[in-house]
């Protein structure tokens, strides 16, 4: 029987690698402030642009954080699953949400508002250092989106998400469709059809139904100049 999944906003924060050495009251006090929220796969949780919607901690699901052109194209800006936090940036600016966020599976978030988060930051220096280490890493993610946009191959940025996506087995376990993966590689699903069947071709990746499986970790990698 598999564990039971957490459901008070307390085993929640507990669960969240941030927030794992927190103290007990500092703990309690981010989970006394937090409000659980549930979405439906598809469903809008806020809008870029919009006031700030406070710190979202992810208890089950599965987040969409993008931005969308004028013309309606996105661009994926990072997936976020279970024990994960977003929109952090919005909070400590004081400013209006920088991206969109949307729930790509059935999701539960806990969230707390700016203005709680912004005391609690305040009175408990050790939540103050995981926010900051949690904006260093997300600093270092778009620093490598940025590379990739700019200096790969749409097959080299293709190479690189399937490696990614083969060596972490929860994401690995999820369906992540040809649009999906277009919006997250700054390009079209065309494109991404194209590459998929050369690399297939190619003895590097299979289809098994609705999943790719790597055949060839070396040659992807060649593939992602990494």
């Known amino acids: ?105 059935d999701t539960t978030v806990w969230v707390v508002d700016c203005s709680a988060m912004l005391d609690l930051v305040g009175k408990h220096p050790a939540l103050a250092a995981a926010i900051i280490e949690n904006l260093a890493s997300s600093s270092r993610h778009l620093l490598s989106l940025v590379e990739d946009l700019s200096l790969r191959t749409v097959s080299a940025r293709l190479a690189k998400l399937l490696l990614a996506q083969a060596q972490s087995s929860s994401e690995g376990s999820r369906r992540i469709t040809q649009q999906e993966m277009a919006a997250q590689l700054g390009t079209v699903r065309e494109m991404v059809g194209r590459v998929l069947r050369t690399f297939e071709n190619d003895g590097l990746i299979r289809f098994d139904r609705h999943r790719i499986v790597v055949l060839d970790r070396e040659g992807l990698e060649k593939e992602a100049m990494i």
């Open 1 to 105: 029987m598999s564990a039971k999944r957490p459901h008070t906003a307390l085993e929640v924060m507990r669960s969240v690698p941030y927030f794992a050495h927190l103290d007990a009251a500092a703990m309690e006090a981010v989970a006394g402030k937090a409000t659980r929220r549930r979405y439906s796969r598809g469903e809008v949780i806020f809008l870029e642009g919009d006031p700030c919607a406070g710190l979202h901690v992810i208890q089950k699901g599965r987040i969409k954080l993008y931005k969308l052109s004028v013309e309606g194209r996105e661009q994926i800006v990072r997936l976020l699953g279970t024990g994960e936090f977003f929109n952090e940036v919005a909070v400590f600016d004081r400013g209006s949400n920088p991206v969109s966020a949307m729930a790509a599976l």
